[in-house]
């Protein structure tokens, strides 16, 4: 229950008029006026009471508005049993009278009638309201003319029954009062049933749930005649042989005890509840049974919605009872009716598709959102098969009709249009669902105001690789891997045309590496001669083949050894990759002491350089740029690659960048391939401070979260083009660390000082404030907090929202006190 319906609720139960009347006996001329105190009778033992009650004020309503009805008398929640004008409110002062010739009559103050007793024939004596929550209306000859037990609403009592033709009709919401979709009704040919209707017309669709179909004892040979809500509390379908099928095997307690009731709940679900009679009772209705057991798959009509509004999905809660939800980027048409459609929070245009066709492929515009055991059974326009996930994606991609597309037992594309209906959540549902939304590209939107935030990440992890000892927390800091100033790169300029070249041999190994003699690099860097770089692993030099292309080539530490075997397998696994966004493994060299691993050149140096080089920062959009790339490498790196590699030393001069400023990741794998097992001593720790996750320090196991944490510090950085190792901070947060001034910054709303003075990403404060929140959610102490960079990767894309990120005082208590002892 929503805080605002509780609110409703419990003001809707406080404002219980006090019974005025419990003699049992009404006679004609009675009346009851509608206002706070003056307004019910009550049965002999006082369990039921009939009159007004007064209904919660919300939006269709100002408040004095009231509701003719029957209500547990005796229990604290006063559940209404009954009501009789739901549709039509009574004002304030509206009156209802017994009267000789039509029964009740419920009239308004301006004498206009809302609601009466229909067809009453002959002429009236009195009323009653029975103990068993009946409200009879008796001739002269103590004939029953009229009892509001032939007149249900929503639910039953016991000793009630539902005779053929005659039905439930659910309300429209949990705290309304108007008619809803759902039915429970008693056909003609016998068969109880639950079916939906399409309003505002009563057209009803076919049943979701038939006791006969249901029924254990399937002798068909004796049709039902009606359904029999017994005085013991026991419900089953009366046939006309005097059997009985019972809709429920549950063991029902006692009627005297408990109270009961069936109800068709707004939802659709038919529920037996109970209720002790006893004064300690809290109140709380037990649900003894409900039928159909999940109504999210029970339900499919080809006409309507299904149990939610359109575009929207079920899923069944632990209660047996639906819950609906928009999908990602869609919001609810009534943001008050949670049970309602959804829209699209974007048009998807045949004709602004065709204008966008003109600028870029559609691949820029749209991405899809995948959801899996899910569907929308009833919207398809086509079945493209067999083909393959990225024919499905990129048909959908370039059919402007394409909503959604569901892709199926590997070979199945179904395409859909809106609105969809059905919407469900099926364990048994394979494959997957592709939601088309809009791009929101982080350069292009400027809106000033925050998205509003919904739901938690859900995270699913993990392969776990957990690595031998720990590693790689040594070596020198500062040093690139392939640090090229400005200097350095017109040096290598002259020197490149001096350089040996070298003649490729056929020597591959594997399917996409060459093996290189060592005396052949040798050559080809001029004798090992110019150094760009020193890392972790060893030292990097430039190098040219025979064909002019450049090369780095890294020679490993010697004191860094694996056998043989290991070493080509891990070289293997890097060769294996390929990524825009990784820099490529040409090849390696392994004679004896000596090992080399051969890289592409990459032109424009380290991110460390471009960030912190002091003299302009990088624009904005080149800054998301990078961000979005160095998330998709270590997405691959992580998910899509054919070996899970775990990078573990994120950090700025380990990204390089190439012609056209494309970020690259360098040195994954090596992490592995060197199979580092020395124990981590704080002075290895201080090696890359700042970009190691907590895990490192403790005793906790290695996952693909230490590189989201590190890439939540390079994001950061990236953000505010300051190093987290502080030398460049701003007076105000001296000695302070990059990540908690970032957090404190975002605390307090000052994401300005974040980016000071750069205009650019100020403009783009959505853009801005989103980036912080994805760091912010990378850095979180807990692994299992932190996303996995998949949700990073969309949340960069404006595939899904960023969540605001938990509270948390300092982010890394134990690295900051260990980075700053005092
Ligand atoms: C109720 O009132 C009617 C008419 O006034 C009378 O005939 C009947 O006996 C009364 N019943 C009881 C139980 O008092
Ligand atoms: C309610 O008020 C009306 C007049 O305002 C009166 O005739 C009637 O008897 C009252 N009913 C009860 C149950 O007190
Ligand atoms: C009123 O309820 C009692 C049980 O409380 C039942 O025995 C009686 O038959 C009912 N009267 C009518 C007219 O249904
Ligand atoms: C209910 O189920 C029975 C038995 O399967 C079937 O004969 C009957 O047609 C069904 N009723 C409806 C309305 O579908
Ligand atoms: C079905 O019901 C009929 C009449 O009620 C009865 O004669 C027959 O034996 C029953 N059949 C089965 C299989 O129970
Ligand atoms: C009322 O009591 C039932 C068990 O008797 C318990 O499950 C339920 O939580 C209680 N509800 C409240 C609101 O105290
Ligand atoms: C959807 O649009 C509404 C209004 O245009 C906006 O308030 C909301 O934040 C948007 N939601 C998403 C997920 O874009
Ligand atoms: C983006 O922001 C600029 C000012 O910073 C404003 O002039 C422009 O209208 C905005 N564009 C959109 C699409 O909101």
């Known amino acids: ?370 959801l899996e055991h899910t569907g929308w059974p ?47 959540v099926d364990p048994k549902l394979n494959g997957k669902i592709l939601i088309k939304v809009p791009k929101r590209d982080l350069t292009i939107t400027n809106d000033s105001q925050y998205p509003i935030p919904k739901g938690k990440i859900k995270h699913h992890d993990h392969r776990i690789l957990i690595l031998v000892g720990s590693m790689l927390l040594g070596a020198s800091v500062s040093i690139n891997f392939v640090l090229i100033g400005a200097i350095t790169w017109g040096f290598l300029f002259v020197y490149c045309k001096k350089l040996k070249k070298i003649s490729i041999e056929e020597n591959v190994v594997g399917l996409n590496l060459r093996y290189f003699t060592y005396q052949e690099l040798f050559e080809a860097t001029d004798g090992l001669k110019e150094e760009i770089g020193r890392g972790s692993f060893g030292i990097v030099y430039k190098g040219l083949m025979s064909n002019n292309a450049a090369i780095a080539v890294k020679k490993l530490c010697s004191a860094m050894h694996s056998k043989e075997r290991e070493f080509r397998t891990e070289v293997n696994a890097i060769g294996q990759t390929h990524h825009k966004n990784l820099v490529r493994l040409l090849g390696f060299c392994d ?51 054919p070996t899970q590699i775990i990078h573990c030393d994120i950090k700025p001069q380990n990204i390089l960048l190439d012609d056209y400023h494309n970020a690259r990741i360098s040195d994954f794998g090596l992490a592995k391939l060197l199979k580092m097992n020395q124990s981590h001593t704080q002075t290895d720790i201080r090696g890359t401070r700042g970009y190691v996750a907590p895990e490192w320090f403790r005793n906790l196991p290695i996952t693909v979260k230490v590189d989201v944490y590190s890439y939540g510090v390079l994001l950061l950085e990236i953000i505010c083009c300051r190093s987290c190792l502080g030398t460049e901070l701003s007076r105000e947060s001296e000695g302070e660390l990059l990540t908690d001034w970032a957090y404190d910054c975002f605390m307090h709303g000052r994401l300005d000082a974040l980016v000071e003075g750069d205009t650019e990403g100020l403009s783009n404060r959505t853009n801005l404030k989103n980036l912080v929140m994805i760091a912010i959610w990378c850095i979180q102490e807990d692994p299992s907090l932190r996303p996995t960079m998949k949700k990073v990767t969309q949340m960069l894309e404006g595939a899904v929202e960023v969540p605001v990120p938990p509270c948390a005082s300092r982010l890394n208590s134990s690295t900051s006190s260990f980075l700053h002892p005092n």
């Open 378 to 424: 009833m919207s398809d326009y086509a079945l493209l098969a067999p083909f393959s996930e990225d024919e499905c994606r990129n048909s959908c991609l370039h059919d402007c009709m394409c909503a959604v597309a569901g892709f199926r037992d590997g070979k199945n594309c179904w395409k859909k249009k809106l609105p969809l209906s059905n919407g469900r």
């Open 1 to 370: 229950m929503s805080p605002v319906s509780m609110l409703c609720f419990l003001l809707f139960h406080l404002l219980i008029p006090s019974p005025s009347q419990a003699d049992g006996n009404i006679t004609v001329g009675s009346s009851l006026t509608a206002k706070k105190d003056n307004s019910s009778w009550l049965s002999p033992s006082g369990d039921f009471a009939f009159g007004f009650r007064p209904l919660p004020t919300n939006l269709n309503n100002r408040g004095g508005v009231f509701l003719l009805s029957i209500w547990y008398n005796k229990i604290p929640s006063r559940t209404i049993v009954w009501f009789a004008n739901g549709d039509r409110p009574a004002p304030e002062n509206s009156k209802l009278e017994l009267t000789s010739d039509l029964g009740l009559v419920l009239t308004d103050p301006r004498g206009e009638r809302l609601w009466m007793s229909e067809n009453i024939v002959g002429t009236v004596s009195h009323a009653t309201i029975n103990d068993t929550g009946n409200f009879l209306i008796f001739g002269s000859n103590l004939e029953k003319l009229w009892e509001s037990f032939d007149d249900p609403v929503d639910r039953l009592l016991p000793s009630q029954t539902l005779g053929k033709n005659k039905f439930l009709s659910s309300r429209q919401s949990d705290g309304s009062f108007s008619r809803g979709k759902f039915q429970l009704r008693m056909l003609d040919s016998g068969d109880l049933v639950l079916n939906t209707i399409n309003l505002p017309s009563s057209y009803a669709n076919e049943p979701y749930y038939n006791s006969t179909r249901t029924a254990r004892d399937s002798n068909m040979s004796s049709l039902g005649k009606e359904f029999v809500f017994d005085n013991s509390g026991s419900p089953f379908v009366l046939r006309e042989n005097g059997d009985k099928v019972y809709l429920s095997q549950v063991k029902v307690p006692s009627a005297s005890e408990f109270y009961h009731r069936i109800t068709l709940n707004f939802d659709g679900v038919l529920t037996h509840y109970v209720n002790p009679k006893n004064s300690n009772s809290n109140g709380t209705w037990i649900s003894l049974w409900s039928e159909p057991e999940n109504i999210c798959t029970a339900l499919l009509t080809p006409r309507g919605s299904g149990v939610c509004g359109y575009n929207s999905i079920c899923s069944l809660g632990g209660d047996n009872r639906p819950r609906c939800g928009c999908p990602d980027r869609y919001t609810l048409l009534d943001p008050n009716d949670e049970y309602g459609s959804c829209t699209p929070n974007f048009t998807l245009n045949c004709e602004e598709d065709e204008k966008k066709l003109k600028q870029g492929s559609m691949g820029d515009f749209y991405t899809f959102v995948e």
């Open 591 to 641: 004679e004896g002491h000596e090992r080399l691993l051969v890289y592409e050149f990459l032109s424009n140096g380290t991110l460390s350089s471009l960030l912190f080089s002091g003299e302009s920062k990088p624009s904005w959009i080149q800054r998301c740029h990078i961000a979005s790339g160095i998330a998709r490498g270590l997405l691959y790196l992580h998910e899509e690659c």
